[in-house]
DNA sequence: GCCCATTATGCAAAAACTTGCATAACAATA
DNA sequence: TATTGTTATGCAAGTTTTTGCATAATGGGC
């Protein structure tokens, strides 16, 4: 349901293409919001259907022709709307946790390798953040008292990925030691 | 999809009902997995027609009547059929993050207070989970041991409570110097 | 010249998940 | 005594999300 409202926060900024929107959600915005291509088209066309959003068909020459999309008073009404509302607490399902809690059902190779796997998933996306962290330090105090807000965003996702990192070094020392019992 | 995994999981340790393991879910692994009680009960259906689980059906006096499930051999096997392969990076959708990055079409009072509400049920959620920290080391080495893997991801809820919370004092401060000059 | 990646969009179907409703007995509380 | 909470399960319908397929042009590498 905040697809939607994803949607309509980057719209807001700026308009912007489905390929865009999707482009975004996975090169910058991917520590706190996924979506496929096509769930990001088809919201787009119902907000496109409820007047949220306006449409402009863009030829392009060496290029596909893409739609850009803009937000509408009515799309940024409905924004506001949600804005004003409280946001339910996250669900959190994480295969990874099932996967170690059934630890014992498998070999400890086998959750080491997923351990470093995954360690380096969330390395390279901590690597990332730490890079746009150092670009926003560089703007002027009045540039980043305007991304004031999208950086504490940015701010849980290195936090989030440090614990994450502090804690596989627990898993992997456990784990270590299991492996030179045996 | 891993909803089906993260049951057989429980059920590998000792034979459940559906509403035990919504219970589990809800009280204990809430930090990891949630699902609704109708979730489980279609999830433990197609389990149980798959011959995964087998069913037994327990009439209480007091209470209602119980289906108690346990794992089959079968159920054992598709469940280390899919411990031998690997589980992809998790999925994060967190709309609270999406509200602050659209924080400039709100006001800031309405993003502390949702801050707030969210500070509470983080907290709430940490606590919990120390307390089960403690009673696990006042377990016996031996019992330690037994149950090492599922403490690993207790720590994985304990450092990620703990990353949200000294992320959100980052931002009620910010939140609070915007306040201050307005 | 062939294959692959990037840009750009979309339909159709399946799977996963949520919401609303329904039943039913007991215990505690207001 | 009426309502609420806990135990215990489930159907039906809806929404959300994923998966598979499809098209089409350009540019780069082998």
Redesign the pocket.
Known sequence: ????YAILTLLATEPA????I??HFRETLGYFW??????V?????KLSEDGNVLVENQG?E???????YRLSAAGLAELQQWLAGSVPPN?I?DALLVKLYAGQFTDVANLKAEMHSHRQTHENTLQALLATEQRYRKLTPAEQAHHQLPYLTLRRGILGEQAWLAWADEVMQVLDEQDARS
């Open positions: 349901m905040s697809l939607r293409s489905g390929y865009d999707v482009k996924n979506a496929k291509h096509q769930q088209y088809q919201e787009l066309k392009q060496d290029k596909p022709d893409k739609k850009n669900k399902n």
